[in-house]
C-alpha cells in the first residue's frame, strides 16, 4: 500500500491538472473592475447545484472556440437567463456554446451583473445591458485571435438574457455611455439577434429600423414571453428587418434547448436556428477562406 500511494497520489494530480487544461478560458471584461463595481471587485461568484451562477461583480466571457477543422469564423456571444437573480450558466450558456461550436460557431457564454440578486444594486437597462455591449467590443477586439470575422458577430439570449438582446439590438447605446479604454471604440451593435423566450424588457423596440436580423423562438403557451417574441417580430418586419419566428404549440417556459420538452418539434428548434444562420449567410465565411484541417483531395 506504501509502494501505491505515492502512484495514486501522481495519477490524481495529473487527473486535475488535464481536468484544469481542458477547462475553457475565462476572460474578465473589464480586469480592473467593472465601471460601478470597483468596490465588489474579486467579490467570489456563488455556485449552486453546479449550474446556477449569482453574485456576479466582475462580468466576463467564457470562450468556446469552434474547432479550427470545420469553424467558419462566425462569433455568438451567449446570454444566459434566470430571472435577472441568478444564471442559468449550463443549461442557457455552456450547453447552447457547444451546440454552436457543432455548428462551426466560435462561442463567448456571458456572465452579466444581475440587478435582481439580493443587495447587487445595479440595473438591467445600465449596467447588464452594459456588460453586454462590452462582451460585443471584447470579441471584434479580439476577432483575429479566434478566427472570428468581426463583421459576423451575434448575440444569442435565453429569457433575461433575451431582455438584454433586445436592448442592445434593438435600442440605441445610451448617449451618455463614456468611452474609457480602446476597447470602447468598437462597435457593440451584434450583426445578428437570437432570442429564445425573450422577457418583456425592450419591448416594443426604440431602433427597429437599425436592428439585425431577428431570430426569435418560444411556447405558445408562455404567458411571460410569447408576446414579447411575437410583438418584436411583428415590430422588426413592419420595419424592414429580415425576422423568423417559431412558437411551439402546448410550450411553456424555459426549454432550453429542447431537453426540457416532450414535444417532438420542439427537440429540433435548434435545427431550425441552423437552417437560418446558413440562409443568412452567416455560416459561410467571407472571402471563401479554405477549411482548416481537411485532407487534400
Known amino acids: 500500500m506504501k509502494r501505491l500511494l505515492p502512484l495514486l497520489l501522481a495519477v490524481a494530480c495529473a487527473t486535475a491538472a488535464a481536468q484544469q487544461a481542458s477547462a475553457p478560458p475565462v476572460f474578465p471584461l473589464w480586469p480592473a473592475g467593472a465601471p460601478g463595481s470597483e468596490k465588489r471587485h474579486g ?3 456563488k455556485l449552486a447545484d453546479g449550474a446556477y451562477v449569482s453574485n456576479v461583480h466582475d462580468p466576463s466571457l467564457t470562450v468556446l472556440r469552434a474547432d479550427p477543422r470545420h469553424a467558419n469564423g462566425a462569433a455568438i456571444v451567449v446570454v444566459p437567463g434566470g430571472g435577472h437573480r441568478m444564471l442559468v450558466f449550463q443549461n ?5 456554446a457547444q451546440h454552436l461550436n457543432r455548428m462551426g460557431v466560435s462561442a463567448f457564454v456571458l456572465k452579466y451583473r ?21 462582451a460585443v467590443r471584447w470579441v471584434r477586439a479580439h476577432a483575429s485571435e479566434y478566427g472570428v470575422d468581426p ?8 429569457s433575461a438574457g433575451g431582455e438584454l438582446v433586445t436592448l442592445v439590438a434593438d435600442h440605441p447605446e445610451p448617449a451618455s455611455n463614456v468611452k474609457r479604454d480602446a476597447l470602447d471604440g468598437q462597435s457593440a451593435r451584434p450583426d445578428f439577434q437570437v432570442l429564445v ?7 416594443p423596440a426604440t431602433s427597429p429600423k437599425e436592428a439585425p436580423p431577428a431570430f426569435l423562438v418560444a411556447g405558445s403557451r408562455d404567458a411571460c414571453c410569447m408576446p414579447p417574441a411575437l410583438n ?11 425576422a423568423e419566428l417559431h412558437l411551439y404549440a402546448d410550450t411553456d417556459h424555459a426549454f432550453n434547448l429542447g431537453q426540457r420538452g416532450q414535444r417532438v418539434s420542439l427537440q429540433h428548434w435548434p435545427d431550425r436556428l441552423a437552417d437560418w444562420l446558413a440562409d443568412g449567410g452567416w455560416l459561410v465565411p467571407r472571402g471563401g477562406r479554405k477549411p482548416e484541417g481537411v485532407p487534400a483531395p
Open 232 to 242: 418584436l417580430y411583428q415590430q422588426l418586419v413592419a420595419a424592414g428587418v429580415s
Open 92 to 96: 442557457e450558456g455552456m450547453l447552447a
Open 197 to 203: 423566450y425573450p422577457g418583456p424588457l425592450g419591448v
Open 114 to 134: 444581475l440587478a435582481r440578486d439580493a443587495g447587487s444594486g445595479y440595473s438591467i437597462e445600465g449596467d447588464a445591458a452594459a456588460d453586454l455591449r462590452r
Open 43 to 45: 467579490e467570489p461568484e
Open 151 to 158: 463583421q459576423r458577430v451575434g448575440v444569442m439570449g435565453f
